[in-house]
């Protein structure tokens, strides 16, 4: 029975194509890894236990946007598609103020995709004026994207992801990139 959120084997290649579980799985590892640099960068055990959290919350404004992306009667262009994904890190944000989370989560789930050279979204942050916890969350999103299946590519082995990763070391903040590649090696 088709309840139409199944791909067409005809349908274009989507940039949001929304899988709960790899989501999940995806928080989770992001999670682990913002836990295990913060650690690592000598951050107390509370910071540490929030990026936790805002690891397992980061994308989680990407579910406002599957009734828009996904239940269009035509399919949008990708750069519409493009537009409205840029939207998630500020709807989670806006999902998660009222609910008691601390600042500290929310600036980092708010800023994890400003990049350190400025060029990110949505605030065009650069360098320290990036909350720490974003600057760990870009690092740890990165990774976890880059070593994990998508449907337009398979995941790249960890060695392989760093190397993509020193290619754009601009976006990050070096001191945190460091402490991740001290955390994805020692493991």
């Known amino acids: 029975m088709d309840r139409g959120y199944e791909r067409s084997a005809a349908a274009p290649e ?56 996904n239940g269009q009667e035509k399919n949008p262009l990708v750069i519409e598609e493009l537009k409205y994904v840029r939207m998630h890190s500020t709807l989670g944000y806006e999902e998660l103020k009222g609910q008691g989370y601390s600042d500290f989560i929310l600036e980092s789930i708010l800023y994890h995709h400003e990049n350190y050279d400025g060029s990110g979204y949505p605030s065009n942050k650069a360098g320290e004026e990036i909350p720490i916890g974003a600057r760990i969350l870009r690092v740890c999103d990165v990774f976890s994207a880059l070593s994990s299946d998508r449907p337009y590519r398979k995941a790249f082995d960890r060695d392989t992801a760093v190397e993509l990763m020193i290619d ?15 955390v994805v090696h020692n493991n």
Do not use: P, W
């Open 14 to 69: 989507r940039i949001l194509d929304f899988d709960l579980s790899a989501e999940l799985s995806h928080g989770m590892r992001v999670s682990n890894l913002a836990y295990a640099v913060a650690k690592e960068l000598g951050m107390d055990d509370h910071a540490c236990y929030e990026l936790a959290i805002a690891g397992m919350l980061h994308d989680i404004g990407k579910l406002k946007l599957t009734g828009y992306i």
């Open 168 to 182: 754009e070391v601009k976006n990050f903040d070096m001191e945190v990139f460091l402490a991740f590649q001290r």
